[in-house]
């Protein structure tokens, strides 16, 4: 069961992102490529949404949609990309039998 954490007015704060008013945890703000997965995952191609991981292209839409940002901790189809691969992994997705299936 997951329980409620009730936290001070003082935690949070309200700014403009992307021409949007949007409230965040003054300790998260900004940080959200720090928490999340997908920007180290061969299967994730902002660049080129045709080619990327299906999830991320939803969670993309719903980010976009509703003005809400969305950090990944866990998934199941994580496939770890280094900085130097990037370029074959993106390649490789196009090919990757298992990529229809995140």
Known sequence: MIEKVV????????????T?????????KGKEDDHNLCLNCARYN????????SIA???HGLT???AITAP??????????DVDDQK???N???????????
């Open 20 to 28: 949007y008013d949007v409230w965040v945890r003054k300790d998260l």
């Open 92 to 102: 490789q997705i196009k090919g990757d039998d298992n990529y229809g299936s995140c």
């Open 46 to 53: 902002p660049s080129d949404w045709r080619y990327s991981c």
């Open 88 to 90: 074959y992994w993106i």
């Open 7 to 18: 936290r001070s007015a003082e935690e949070f704060e309200k700014y403009e992102h992307d």
């Open 72 to 81: 990944v901790w866990e998934c199941p189809f994580f496939k770890n990309m």
């Open 64 to 66: 976009k949609s509703y």
């Open 57 to 59: 292209k939803k969670l």
